[in-house]
């Protein structure tokens, strides 16, 4: 065995325990990489175990720990190397994104193994990634309906009990994601325990310093045996409420590591030159080249004088159809946010040009258009908007007006009010959204239907514009949902992931929303499902205690006056 050349220095301690391990431990690699949670820094050690190992992980796995007992700031994983190349051919991008050249640190000498196949389609990979973890979340939407249920019939031990599954189905999920395996056991306390060297958010759910923390993961755990093979489980509503927030927290942060795991999978893609008219800078974002077709489509529907990109996104979407013998295909589709600076006012032309270039199915883009003139953006730089301010000096200008050299003046920003503005506004927010949605609670069970779902609409509206005027400084001029959910999803997955709009079933239940303020307006004989109804209120309800939880941290940070919290 050797130690691989690289030109990076290792500390000693980390040079030290690599030594240790390979003299223990039938080696076939060892990858090194950061993990990197606001202030928790380790430096994970990834151990693949040679094919001829004749010793089991579980007989090693002691023997390894020994080694990391004074490591404070080191982290090891211990996996058969054969496991991981299995994973990674069926879709884990986890280990696909850090067994990389870069953070191989040691390989076993005149080894001929091969992690990742040359032949290895990486399109059908992050389909399969996908497909994988979309059944795993019908399951647990399916156990979180249960629990529901048996909420509103009072049965609160047998909800317990659905909140556990659906609980452990996330972990699960996002461990076979990350490792290419679950743990085995119905323990919610070890699957944290599990996830430690993984992801520092879901191993923290429940803290080990916080006694009422502990009391409500003993009854969880509790619940899985009790119910099912005793009669003695007890849990009070509150109790049973505080686990309902806690399943929210695993779903949200299962989702957000499943996000940055697909967002570090970067599949190649082809995109247009951009015109000469754009300005080509040291991108902010990777491969953020916008379509020439796409910014063509702009222009010819206004006099544009600038185009700023502030966000983008990529899907992948597949297909087939066996009955005119098509193949399986795989299709990339990018989303772009953009500021499009006009001569003249172009709000609601905005809205039908967004619209026409997200519904042509021809393209491989869709878009979300924030159209301001160029008067209200220099009013706004002037008017120490955060917002804009923040667009000039991180944002990416992908196409100006033949003659527009230079940028727009960007004067100094002054944040000393920033922490006020936003607190201000979203306690506005907040309140007027909390009284909406429980307003609806009110209408809805007096069996107002359409009534309950226009002050539904209402109440996430409210929300929204809080959130987005706390993490962006913007406020919109058009207040869709689908809008606000758009941009939104600039910097959190919260509302998407709450409201989905990905199945046939699932944009039933959004445009049922979205539509419902115009129905509660000005159509008379509307049918509405009370099962729909109340279905769009609970998850009213995690969206308020979520954004709640997400604005919390985010105002923590500006009153820090940290600089990355006026960073878009």
């Given at each position: 065995m050797e130690k691989l050349e690289t030109n990076r220095t290792e500390?000693?301690?980390l040079k030290g325990i690599i030594g240790q391990i390979i003299a223990l431990v039938d080696v076939e690699r060892i990858y090194v990489h950061k993990n990197e949670k606001e202030e928790i820094?380790?430096?994970?050690?990834?151990?693949?175990?040679?094919?001829?190992?004749?010793?089991?992980?579980?007989?090693?796995?002691?023997?390894?720990?020994?080694l990391f007992n004074e490591q404070h700031e080191l982290r090891f994983t211990l996996h058969p190397a054969h496991q991981i190349k299995d994973a990674i051919s069926k879709g884990n991008l986890y280990f696909y994104n850090i067994c990389t050249e870069a953070n191989l640190r040691y390989g076993k000498a005149g080894s001929d193994y091969e992690l990742i196949s040359t032949s290895l389609n990486r399109h059908e990979m992050l389909g399969n990634a996908r497909k994988q973890y979309d059944l795993e979340e019908e399951k647990i939407k399916a156990f979180v309906s249960g629990a529901d249920f048996y909420l509103e019939k009072e049965n609160y031990a047998q909800s317990a009990f659905m909140l556990h599954q659906a609980i452990e189905l996330n972990y699960r999920a996002i461990e076979h994601f990350i490792t290419g395996k679950s743990k085995i056991t119905h323990s919610i306390k070890a699957h944290q325990k599990y996830l430690e060297p993984y992801c520092t958010e879901?191993?923290?759910?429940?803290?080990?310093?916080?006694?009422r923390d502990m009391e409500l993961l003993r009854l969880l755990d509790d619940a899985y045996l009790a119910v099912r093979y005793e009669n003695s489980y007890q849990i009070n509503k509150q109790d049973l409420s505080a686990l309902r927030v806690k399943a929210s927290e695993v779903k949200l942060a299962a989702l957000k590591t499943y996000q940055q795991i697909l967002?570090?999978?970067?599949?190649?893609?082809?995109?247009?030159?951009?015109?000469?008219?754009?300005?080509?800078?040291?991108?902010?974002?990777?491969?953020?080249?916008?379509?020439?077709?796409?910014?063509?489509?702009?222009?010819?529907?206004?006099d544009v004088e600038r185009i700023y990109c502030f966000g983008k996104r990529t899907y992948l979407a597949s297909r087939s159809n066996p009955f005119y013998n098509i193949p399986a295909e795989h299709i990339e589709k990018d989303h772009y946010d953009l500021v499009v600076i006009t001569s003249e006012k172009a709000t609601e032309k905005a809205s039908d040009v967004q619209c026409r270039i997200n519904d042509n199915s021809g393209n491989l883009y869709t878009a979300l258009l924030l159209a301001h003139t160029k008067q209200s953006f220099q009013i706004s730089l002037k008017s120490n908007n955060r917002f804009f301010h923040n667009l000039l000096l991180y944002g990416v200008p992908v196409y100006h007006k033949k003659g527009l050299t230079?940028?727009?003046?960007?004067?100094?920003?002054?944040?000393?009010?920033?922490?006020?503005?936003c607190q201000m506004h979203w306690h506005q927010r907040y309140y007027r959204g909390k009284a909406f949605i429980e307003a609806a609670g009110s209408v809805w069970d007096e069996g107002e239907e359409t009534v309950a779902l226009s002050l539904l609409n209402q109440g996430i509206e409210q929300i929204c514009l809080g959130l987005i005027y706390v993490f962006l400084g913007y406020r919109p001029n058009q207040h869709s949902l689908s809008q606000l959910f758009d941009l939104c999803f600039n910097f959190t997955p919260l509302a998407d992931s709450i409201f989905p709009r990905n199945t046939p079933e699932d944009l039933r239940i959004f445009n049922m929303l979205s539509k419902s303020a115009n129905h509660g307006r000005f159509m008379i004989n509307v049918s509405v499902d009370p099962t729909d109804t109340g279905l769009i209120y609970r998850r009213s309800k995690i969206l308020i205690e979520e954004s709640e939880?997400?604005?919390?941290?985010?105002?923590?940070?500006?009153?820090?006056?940290?600089?990355s919290s006026y960073v878009l």
């Open positions: 500390t000693g301690s820094c380790h430096t994970v050690l990834t151990i693949l175990i040679a094919n001829t190992c004749t010793k089991s992980p579980a007989e090693l796995l002691p023997l390894v720990n020994i879901l191993s923290n759910i429940f803290l080990a310093d916080f006694e967002n570090n999978f970067q599949p190649s893609s082809t995109v247009a030159k951009l015109p000469e008219t754009v300005k080509q800078q040291n991108q902010k974002f990777d491969d953020l080249d916008v379509p020439f077709s796409l910014i063509e489509q702009i222009c010819g529907s206004f230079t940028e727009p003046a960007l004067p100094e920003y002054d944040p000393s009010n920033t922490s006020f503005h939880r997400l604005v919390t941290e985010k105002l923590n940070k500006i009153k820090g006056n940290q600089p």
